[in-house]
């Protein structure tokens, strides 16, 4: 009679275990997409907007974007985690001169050269961009 039990308590409990809500190895997170997720991909893909790596002379990297909004195009340059931007003042011989307060941006081919006062920064397009 304790054998019947226990074998029936067994049963049991074996088949209430092998549930399908507990298949599979629970360790693992399944992945989510969330809406930051796609807003940062679609970000990257927005029409006229155009995003480059670029490294100084001192070997530091900078993330360029050229992009549009409603005031006309727009530079915005990020390293170290501080970005500036500027509105494009005007187009020369195939050089595009960006420019707020006193700090100008000047994009020509491969070259970003930004001036402020007496400093002058230059950047060149990174390898395989």
Known sequence: MKIQLFCAAFAGLVLL???DKNAGNSAIIK???S???SAVANAE????????RYVADDGSSAH???GQNDDGK???VRSNNKTIAAPLLRSSDGAEIYGSHDMEIKSANDSV???QGDNVITLKKARGQ
Do not use: K, L, M, R
Request: charged share 10%.
């Open 64 to 66: 360029v974007t050229f």
């Open 113 to 115: 050269i930004i001036t």
């Open 17 to 19: 275990s092998c549930s």
């Open 35 to 37: 809406a930051t997720d």
């Open 45 to 52: 893909n927005v029409a006229g907007e155009q995003a480059f």
């Open 74 to 76: 727009i530079i915005s």
């Open 31 to 33: 992945s989510e997409t």
